[in-house]
């Protein structure tokens, strides 16, 4: 097949490199290009001069040679959800693992290994089957990928950990183009810094994980209230949650209602305050720990329920289709305090679009509990993640509603401890700073320096060689 070639690419190169490739590689004039290029977050709309589709490891180490001749800016992409669209870039090469979709579990040995462009859900549809999961995040559209090498959180976290805490070894291969596996007992480094690092150390080609028990059948699901009643809801939550055991995860959400077929037609668009629980242990356990929460302050709706622990992921999918606008500016603070509650509580009085909101996501248990020093991932101690989100469908309203999440970050401010790399948008390098802290961040540039000493590697939440 005759390629059309962006002019900064070179055809004879280009049709080497073409011969060696055995998945699919978009070009400008290509036919599936406009959907190629596009990614989650629609407010970004980039032009890349070359998609390489990768089917498997040899198309990996294929791509990252050619994209390091050509000289152009390389970025990574597996699930497509990078906030800021690091994933994607103008005139640059992107290397794409979303065709590889392999996943194997293994009940008896309790482990899974998944290939990069697994999405979440499907991950877990796999796990389920035997009654097991790997704790990750709460939109099942989202790739594991990404989602791993910055810490991963979700659900399942109090009880088991973060997604790196599952992690057994990687496949991964370097900017120099070679394959190397990183685990507890090789390239041990490497395996520190991949475990919260990101995509700065080389690309992630196969991931190996221990598995948990869950479910198939917990009792989760969301307790709503009007958004007057924040205040007194979210102090009694605040104290609740003290004492709570690690199988319980909540979030928090502020929002608009949404039109879902769940929720009762006069809600739809009321501002309300949402806790969202799941209990990873047994149901009747579930019920007593979720009972004072559900009596507190006559809640408008309970749909806190046993159900699927897959149905109880998908939850948020709707919430949080491709293609809209979006907008994050997140912190985390230590404690609900009085002031963090009612700062909380009068932006969420405040919210105009019918689909931004303000979650909250409850850390501890056992994310507290492994050595903060055991991987790249930083703050274990942390106590909330607040994630506050200005969504549109399009260019219209979305400036209000980044100046709605900005005005409320900056509210926080006196308030924040650290930040969640994942949840980052371009906010520079001391943003980047404040998710590592500065000994990690240190050590994290040492280890650049030996894996990727030309940042080759660097449309990501960048930490530089030097
Ligand atoms: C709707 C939604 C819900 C989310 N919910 C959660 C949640 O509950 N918990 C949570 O922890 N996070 C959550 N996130 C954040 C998520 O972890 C990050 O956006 C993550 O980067 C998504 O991974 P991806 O593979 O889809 O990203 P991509 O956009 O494909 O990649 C993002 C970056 O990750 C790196 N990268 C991707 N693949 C590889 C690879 N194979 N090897 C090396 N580097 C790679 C690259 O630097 C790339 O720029 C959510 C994001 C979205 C959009």
Redesign the pocket.
């Given at each position: 097949m005759a390629l059309a070639v962006d002019s900064s690419l070179n055809k004879a190169d280009l049709n080497e490199f073409q011969s060696t490739f055995a998945g699919q590689i978009i070009l400008p004039d290509d036919g599936t290009y406009e959907y190629a290029r596009g990614?989650?977050?629609g407010s970004i709309d980039r032009h890349p001069a070359l998609i390489a589709r990768c089917t498997g490891v040899a198309d990996v180490v294929a791509a990252v040679r050619y994209a390091r001749s050509t000289g152009l800016p390389v970025?990574?992409?597996?699930?497509?959800?990078?906030?800021p669209?690091?994933?994607?870039c103008d005139g640059g090469i992107v290397i794409d693992?979303?065709l590889m979709k392999g996943i194997r579990v293994d009940p008896l040995e309790g482990t899974a290994r998944a290939q990069?462009g697994v999405?979440l859900g499907e991950l877990d549809r796999e796990t389920q089957a035997f009654g097991m999961a790997v704790p990750?995040?709460?939109?099942t559209?989202?790739?594991?990928?990404?989602?791993t090498?910055?810490?991963?959180?979700?659900w399942l976290m109090r009880k088991y950990g973060?997604?790196i805490d599952q992690l057994l070894s990687v496949d991964?291969v370097t900017a120099e183009g070679e394959f190397v596996k990183a685990s507890a007992d090789e390239n041990a480094d490497l395996f520190w810094g991949?475990r919260g690092g990101?995509?700065?150390?080389?690309?992630?080609?196969n991931f190996e994980f221990r598995l948990n028990p869950v479910g198939p059948t917990v009792l989760a699901g969301p307790i709503v209230w009007p958004i007057e009643k924040a205040p007194g809801v979210l102090r009694f939550y605040r104290d609740w949650i003290e004492d709570v055991p690690d199988e319980l995860t909540t979030i928090i959400v502020n929002r608009k209602a949404p039109p879902l077929p769940a929720i009762p037609q006069e809600l739809h668009g009321k501002l309300v305050t949402i806790i969202t629980c799941c209990y990873a242990g047994s149901i009747d356990d579930g019920e007593r720990v979720v009972a004072p929460l559900r009596k507190f302050g006559s809640p408008l709706l309970d749909l806190c329920a046993p159900k699927p622990y897959v149905t109880h992921q998908s939850m948020?999918d709707a919430s949080?289709p491709r293609g809209l606008w979006?907008y994050f500016k997140p912190c985390d603070v230590e404690r609900l305090s009085d002031e963090v509650i009612d700062v909380v509580t009068d932006y969420s009085g405040r919210i105009q679009s019918p689909m931004s909101s303000m979650p909250i996501?409850h850390l501890g248990g056992q994310v507290a509990r492994v050595d903060e020093n055991a991987t790249a991932f930083s703050g274990r101690k942390r106590g909330h993640t607040l994630n506050p989100n200005g969504i549109t469908k399009d260019a219209e309203g979305f400036e209000d509603e980044r100046a709605w999440v900005r005005g409320l970050y900056e509210a926080l401010e006196p308030h924040h401890s650290s930040v969640?790399v994942?949840?980052l948008m371009d906010e520079g390098e001391d943003r980047i700073r404040q998710a590592y802290g500065a000994e990690k961040y240190e050590r994290l540039k040492k280890l650049k320096k030996e894996y990727d000493p030309d940042n080759f590697?660097r449309?990501?939440?960048n930490i530089p060689p030097d």
């Open positions: 990614i989650w977050n970025a990574v992409r597996s699930g497509g959800h990078s906030f669209g690091q994933s994607i693992l979303g990069a999405a990750a995040g709460i939109v559209t989202t790739g594991l990928a990404g989602l090498l910055g810490g991963g959180i979700g973060l997604t991964l991949v990101g995509g700065n150390f080389g690309i992630v080609t948020f949080y979006y996501f969640y994942n949840f590697f449309l990501n939440q």
